[in-house]
């Protein structure tokens, strides 16, 4: 059949417009592809010149829209068109002939089959749809063959409508008065008169895809080969595709796009669809006047289809829906909304039923089960034989038994095991005839009652009853075992460590004091000063013979160490004797005094052998005689104000052993001498940055080493041996390289307020005394904290100092007391100072808060001299 | 490098659980959590720092160890309890509905939750089940003895659980009165307290139990004692000493539990009313034992046992009774007693005469029997009362005499009543002491004695002497006799606490402690007058040379000083010795108390004084601790002395 096989190609094009032209019959209540219909005619028309296509497109058009009306005037003029339209047709109804038939016999379940068949019949049978043709027309009138093709094609529009006009009218109207969901079934549901229109609308929806073969085709790309053409394959009407009316696949895009090309869009092949011809004035002008119908076009009963860029005629159907939903009606024309109610379950005679299904009851379930009966005769054949015994007692377990053997093992001690305490055991404070003195008087009675329960160290009030028959019931004792018990459960447990050790294993273990004897023990001489003035600063001089006080009556009295005799005196009239310092030189006898603004060499010349007068003279005021300047001296040289005066007193002054005055500011506080006799340094606190200065003898020179203090000195010495100053602050302890000129050691006391400090005589030793109450030593060789500090005094500490020749120490306090401390210090490096408390020496009157002020060492003897606020002096010896 | 540790995953936020997340955990109610908590021995623990055991938080809350209540997740009794949850809802429904049958079938098959294996995981020892066993059993005295309804309106106590409080401490006290295993006794305001030595195992260790029985008086309940708890408490405590009994009673080869005689039951007899069962050899079946024991059954201890009991009865001649022929030499001996005991004499010698009868031992023989555990050399210092048969006037509580005589091996007669005894005299003359709790005058005593010779004594004296170890004089003067004042009671635990008291041991040492003090006394006074006449002139080296009058060298000043005033020497001598006297007078009573240790613990205390400034500060603050404690102590004793010496005084005042 060569016209088939020259179809293939655009068959294939146009498969999609198909189904529509199909489905026409089918669902022809719906307007939609009576719709398409018409579209795919008005395409046609301006396309083809020929008048036979265009008439087929119109009268195809003619026939869809208005209901199958002229079958009969299509056949005519296709009957012109086409020879072989005869043999069609005929085949096509013996076709539809033979389907009714069968139909009329066999039951609709058979259908499928059938239809499947009659599928592959139609297609066998030809492409003849009109749309396919119409598709080709518009692809191009290029192919002269393919015209000849079309017009065949065409002409077999034929035999899809034919079916049509031999059924009923009843089956059309049956067919059309239902909407086209219901269709399917509908048709399913009538046996007869939807049969043929199901079977011709499936004959259109089911393809020769069921074949699996396809068709072989001389192949396009390969010359000479063949390849396999399957065909489309047809949507069923249920089918998504099927009801797919937008054949243009652009998608939601403004149709403008498009404006500028031929095409409007794709179909679902990907080919173009071009745009259908807008027909001039004059071609609407003609169809009106040709088809007496086409007046539509232009009326009120057209819509545009924007995506197929044409005027689409609405049916009456769907002009009907409009007007309904225009009027806010149900748009179901057959919509019944005042339907009568079916009283299913509730009219007579059904009132009980609930007919929920009519199933009838099935006879398992009144007849008893075998199998059941057959279990339970097992039960009762047991029982009576006595297997079975009901409500027999489980077999228990003796109420107790033997759980503990003698090889049970505790469990492993754990550190959350925490057992609780037992009660101790009742004491003979409970006992109901105690002794007497367990009995409470009226005052503990009266503590006890005002305590709290908590709080009470005995739970009971300690009674005597003089015979057991009066004993009465313990009120509290429920309450006490309760309470027990909720301690057993509620109080939360914790371990504690008791520290089960004799206190006297905490104390140190100490050389006894009598093993380190001599030490100062008692009070052996005691200097009184006149109404107990003060004694603010007391001195032994280098041969341990004289002892100089300095008092708040500004006078400064030499004592014969012996027997505490006053032996000289001063009267330097510049307020309290703030220190008295001898010079350690033993060749000499020079003792400084420091009043406020000045400091006093003096000697007292008339006390002491000839070659120490004269050695002492000499070195007093040879830089008189040297050096006109008396006056001022300052190693830098800068002319502004000076550190220091040097004043030779009056020769009156000079005779009572008033040798040199040396005017400084502020008030000095301390005196201390450089080990040669020569240099000695002072400190007064309140000489800003002239605080510290050192005064040279030999010379009569001052120098302030310090441009800048940190902090407010305290207390300065002299290294022992070394060139080393030592400046002590508040808080802290600097070591300067007096050489070098440089910052040695920061010693960090931990002190608030330094009040006193000396240095060992070997040097690396250091104590520090503090306002604060303690005492630090400090090993330099250590570190630069302290190796030990102690507190023991309860007031301040005014004074510590080390013994020149043995391993002693000792402070004093504003608590009156002097402690003694015995403090060796090893040549091994390894080994740490041993520092021994030896005594508390007690004398000293406190007043006014004050206690020991100062306290000096006999320079070789274990001998101790004090200062107190109460105006004594004393001398404390072994 | 370390593994980076993250935060609350060690350590305390780890090991410690809030009550609340245990809850949570264990889907349990609060009360079920607490009766899990109680049965389990699962207690709250406070952590070292609470603020990383709570996870940063420091709200308060109470910590549990999470692996206890890890553990309690697989704990049987916790699905019991949902068991008896269910079965709740069950009866509810069904009682509810008024299906009758259906509540009656469910109440049958109601959940019982034992506690037997609580027991053996709590106490994997049988020592450390004795230890804990001081509040069981006080616990299951004060049940015994409680009304149905303590707290009118809250929880009921069973009649039940009363009754098997009851039971259990009757059997516990017959268990005692056997092996003589009591030691102390302490007859105290809040009741009784007594302690057994208890055999806790092969390797002769012993556990003492005290426990504590009240007063037979109606208890004052509180309003807020909450008894569910105390019941579970009791729940657990019941099965405990259950099980501690058995054992006990395993090993002294008896029958538990002990068949009751219901004939002495009904009639009021107390401890009496068992019926021990020696358990045969060969009969074990026959006893209610477990499978378990059948091998203990004869073990080579138990067969050391018999071997040693028969060696024993073989030595002891003729006081004591033999095992095997024990009904008819206890009979013999003394009949009264035995009638006195279990009011059947006459079946019992019935039962004897037939010897085909084979009886059972009774309790009674089987008491007197000697305890087959146990040394004599014990036996005698426990069983001090042996030679002796007491007679128990009614007002005296027949519940704490009877077992303490008994356990002390003495016989007790009750009845009949003091009146009627020269009734009945074979009693009459078996009586040995009658323990009397009321005056009477001597006449009517010895219109009731009669020609026999009977003690007098007052309860206390049992006590006294059980708690001596000793049997002490009773006699007039000494205060035991009726109506006479009673010397102190005195705890016999003190000796094992902290101070000891010599004024408590003899009079004659009391006395001696008062005469020195009277002699100080009147030292004192003559000091005092003459020290205040002196103290006006002093001087303050005088002063110094009075405080320390040792110290040479401060007298040696003093001397000088008044050489300077002007003073002879023999005045400056009186002068001093004055001021000495004085200072003495001064200083503080606590170191007049160590008067005898005063020089030698001056210097002493002086020398630790300078010691201690070379202590560190935090063994400084320890030692000081230490000291306010011992102090503490220290003054309690001393103010305890002090005040014994005052009453001493009086006393001899008012004698005079």
């Known amino acids: 059949m060569p016209p088939k096989r020259s179809q293939t190609a655009p068959r294939s094009a146009g498969s999609k417009r198909n189904p529509a032209s199909k489905a026409t019959p089918s669902t022809a209540v719906s307007g939609k592809p009576a719709v398409k219909r018409s579209r795919d005619d008005d395409r046609d028309a301006p396309s083809h010149g020929d008048e036979v296509s265009l008439f087929a497109g119109k009268i195809n058009g003619g026939d869809n829209g208005k209901g199958k009306k002229s079958a009969v005037t299509a056949e005519v003029e296709e009957d012109e068109d086409d020879e072989e339209f005869e043999i069609d047709t005929g085949s096509s109804n013996g076709d539809l002939e033979d389907f009714l038939d069968r139909d009329a016999l066999e039951s609709p379940a058979d259908d499928e089959d059938e239809e499947d068949e009659e599928g592959d019949d139609d297609d066998e049978e030809g492409y003849n749809t009109s749309d396919i043709e119409a598709m080709e027309n518009a692809s191009g009138d290029e192919q002269d063959d393919f015209d000849d093709a079309s017009s065949v094609a065409s002409s077999s529009i034929a035999p899809s409508t034919m079916p049509d006009s031999n059924l009923t009218l009843d089956q059309l109207i049956a067919r059309h008065s239902y909407k086209p969901d219901e269709n399917f079934d509908i048709h399913v549901s009538q046996a007869t008169g939807g049969r043929p229109l199901v079977g011709d609308a499936l004959t259109g929806k089911f393809s020769n895809a069921k074949e699996g073969t396809g068709k072989l085709v001389p192949s396009k790309f390969v010359k000479g080969a063949m390849m396999r053409e399957y065909d489309d394959i047809e949507a069923g009407y249920g089918s998504e595709s099927s009801t797919e009316e937008n054949t243009n696949t652009i998608g939601n895009v403004p149709i403008e796009w498009y404006d500028d090309l031929p095409h409007i869009g794709y179909d679902v092949s990907g080919r173009k669809i071009m745009r259908p011809a807008k027909g001039d004035e004059l071609d609407k002008f003609l169809a009106t006047v040709e088809d007496p119908d086409s007046w539509q076009v232009l009326s009120p009963t057209t819509a545009e289809d924007k995506l197929l860029q044409k005027q689409v005629q609405l049916s009456d159907k769907e002009l009907d829906i409009i007007r309904r939903l225009q009027n806010a009606e149900n748009p179901d024309a057959d919509f019944d909304p005042y339907q009568e109610t079916i009283e299913w379950f509730t009219g007579k005679g059904n009132e009980m039923t609930m007919p929920l299904s009519a199933a009838p009851e099935p006879k398992r379930r009144f007849v008893p089960s075998k199998w059941e009966h057959k279990k339970v005769m097992k039960i009762v054949k047991a029982i009576r034989e006595g297997r079975i015994v009901p409500n027999r007692p489980a077999a228990e377990k003796p109420k107790v038994y033997g759980i503990w053997s003698n090889d049970d093992v505790e469990n492993p001690p754990h550190a959350m095991y925490m057992p609780a305490p037992q009660i101790p055991p009742p004491r003979t404070v409970e006992s109901y005839n105690p002794p007497e003195e367990y009995l409470f008087d009226e005052g503990e009675k009266r503590e006890w009652e005002q305590q709290e329960k908590e709080d009470r160290k005995l739970d009971f009030m300690p009674q005597k009853h003089d015979a057991l028959r009066h004993v009465p019931g313990y009120e509290n004792f429920v309450q006490e075992r309760f309470e027990r018990c909720l301690d057993l459960y509620l109080a939360p447990r914790t371990r504690k460590v008791k520290l089960n050790i004799d206190p006297e294993s905490l104390v140190p273990k100490l050389p006894s004091p009598k093993e380190l004897r001599p030490f100062p023990t008692n009070c052996a001489v005691q200097y009184r000063h006149p109404a107990n003035s003060r004694v603010r600063c007391v001195s032994v001089d280098a041969r341990g013979e004289w002892v100089a006080s300095g008092s708040e009556d500004g006078i400064v009295r030499v004592w014969d160490l012996g027997n505490g005799r006053e032996v000289w005196r001063w009267n330097l009239k510049g307020g309290p004797v703030q220190a008295v310092e001898w010079s350690p030189n033993k060749e000499e006898c020079i003792l400084s005094a420091a009043v406020a603004g000045r400091i006093y060499l003096l000697a007292p010349l008339a006390l002491i052998s000839p070659h120490v007068a004269q050695t002492t003279l000499t070195h007093l005021n040879t830089a008189f005689s040297s050096s006109s300047a008396s006056s001022t001296n300052n190693i830098s040289g800068k002319p502004q104000v000076p550190d220091a005066k040097w004043v030779r007193p009056s020769e009156d002054e000079r005779d009572r052993g008033m040798m040199v005055i040396v005017e400084v500011q502020g008030t000095p506080k301390q005196v201390t001498w450089h080990r040669k006799g020569d240099y000695f340094a002072t400190v007064a606190v309140d000489a800003a940055n002239k605080s510290v200065l050192i005064h040279q003898l030999s010379k009569h020179q001052t120098q302030s080493p310090f441009k800048r203090t940190k902090g407010s000195v305290q207390r300065v010495a002299f290294h022992p041996h070394k060139p080393h100053f030592f400046v002590a602050t508040q808080r802290y302890v600097r070591i300067y390289d007096l050489v070098g000129q440089q910052l040695l050691k920061t010693l960090m006391t931990g002190l608030k307020w330094i009040s006193s400090m000396d240095i060992h005589p070997l040097g690396d030793n250091l104590i520090v005394g503090s306002y604060d109450k303690k005492l630090c030593w400090f090993d330099l060789d250590l570190s630069t904290k302290p190796y030990k500090t102690l507190r023991y005094h309860t007031k301040a500490l005014r004074s510590v100092a080390y013994h020149r020749a043995y391993p002693l120490f000792a402070s004093a306090s504003d608590d009156g007391s002097i402690h003694i401390f015995h403090g060796t210090v090893y040549t091994d490096l390894m080994q740490n100072p041993l520092i021994v408390p030896l005594k508390v020496l007690r004398g000293h009157q406190i007043k006014d808060g004050l206690g020991v002020l100062d306290l000096r060492w006999h320079p070789t003897k274990p001998w101790l001299i004090s200062s107190g606020a109460d105006g004594e002096v004393r001398l404390w010896s072994s | ?656």
């Open chain 2, 1 to 656: 490098m370390a593994k980076i540790k993250k935060r609350g995953e060690s350590g305390a936020a780890k090991n410690y659980i809030t009550r609340t997340q245990a809850l949570k955990k264990l889907q349990i109610s609060l009360s079920d959590f607490r009766r899990l908590c109680i049965l389990k021995g699962i207690y709250p623990r406070e952590p070292t720092n609470k603020k990383k055991a709570n996870k940063g938080s420091s709200a308060p809350a109470s910590f549990y160890y999470s692996k206890d209540i890890l553990y309690l997740l697989h704990e049987p009794l916790l699905a019991k309890f949902r068991e008896h949850k269910t079965f709740a809802k069950k009866l509810a429904r069904a009682l509810g509905r008024g299906e009758w049958a259906l509540a009656k079938g469910l109440e049958e098959r109601k959940p019982l939750a034992r506690l037997d294996h609580l027991v053996k995981e709590r106490y994997p020892t049988f020592k450390q089940a004795l230890a804990d066993l001081n509040d069981p059993l006080s616990l299951l005295c004060l049940f015994e003895r409680l009304p149905r309804d303590p707290v009118p309106g809250k929880t009921q106590v069973p009649h039940e659980v009363t009754a098997e409080c009851g039971k259990l401490v009757a059997e516990w006290k017959v268990w005692a009165i056997r092996t003589h295993a009591l030691r102390k006794v302490f007859l105290s305001i809040k009741g009784v307290y007594y302690e057994c030595e208890v055999p806790a195992g092969r390797s002769g260790e012993t556990v003492n139990v005290r426990w504590l029985e009240p007063w037979e008086f109606k208890q004052t309940v509180p309003a807020d004692v909450d008894f569910r708890i105390l019941l579970t408490f009791l729940d657990l405590y019941r099965t405990l000493t259950s099980f501690v009994l058995f054992k006990l009673y395993a090993d002294e080869n008896l029958v538990y539990p002990p068949e009751l005689d219901v004939k002495l039951d009904a009639e009021g007899e107390g401890i009496g009313r068992f019926k021990l069962v020696e358990r045969a050899p060969d009969a074990t079946a026959a006893a209610p034992t477990v499978e378990g024991d059948k091998e203990r059954k004869i073990t080579k201890k138990d067969v050391k046992k018999s071997i040693r009991s028969i060696a024993h009865s073989s030595a002891a001649t003729g006081g004591m009774q033999v095992d095997e022929d024990e009904e008819d030499a206890l009979i013999k001996d003394e009949p009264s007693a035995e009638e006195e005991f279990t009011y059947h004499p006459s079946k019992n010698e019935t039962d004897a005469s037939d010897p085909s009868n084979a009886p059972l031992p009774t309790y009674t023989s089987l008491l007197t029997a000697p305890s087959s555990s146990g040394n004599s050399h014990d036996d005698k210092a426990y069983t001090i009362f042996s030679p002796y048969t007491f007679y128990l006037s009614r007002e005296t509580s027949s519940r704490t005499w009877e077992f303490v005589i008994r356990a002390f091996g003495g016989k007790v007669i009750t009845h009949p009543s003091l009146n009627q005894l020269s009734t009945t005299p074979e009693t009459a003359n078996s009586i040995t002491h009658i323990l009397l709790d009321r005056p009477m005058d001597a006449s009517t005593m010895r219109a009731l004695q009669g020609d026999r010779k009977w003690t007098w004594v007052q309860p206390q004296w049992v006590a006294d002497c059980v708690n001596r170890r000793t049997v002490l004089p009773s006699g007039e003067g000494s205060g035991y006799e009726p109506g006479g004042v009673l010397p102190p009671h005195v705890s016999p635990w003190d000796e094992e606490g902290r101070d000891d008291r010599p004024w408590l041991g003899t009079e004659a040492q009391a006395a001696a402690g008062v005469a020195q003090d009277e002699e100080e006394d009147e030292d004192e006074e003559m000091q005092t007058e003459e020290g205040t006449t002196a103290t006006a002139e002093m001087t303050s080296a005088m002063r110094a040379a009075a405080e320390n009058p040792d110290d040479e060298t401060l007298v040696h000043q003093a001397e000088l000083e008044a050489e300077a005033a002007g003073t002879d020497h023999a005045v400056f001598r009186k002068q001093l010795a004055v001021a000495v006297r004085a200072a003495k007078a001064s200083a503080p009573s606590s170191s007049k108390a160590s008067t005898s240790t005063a020089p030698a613990g001056k210097t002493a205390a002086a020398e630790e004084d300078l010691r201690k400034i070379m202590m560190t500060g935090k063994k400084q603050r320890l030692y000081e601790k230490m000291q306010y404690s011992n102090n503490e102590r220290r003054q309690e004793a001393d103010k305890l002395a002090s005040k014994r010496q005052a009453i001493e005084k009086r006393k001899k005042k008012a004698a005079k």
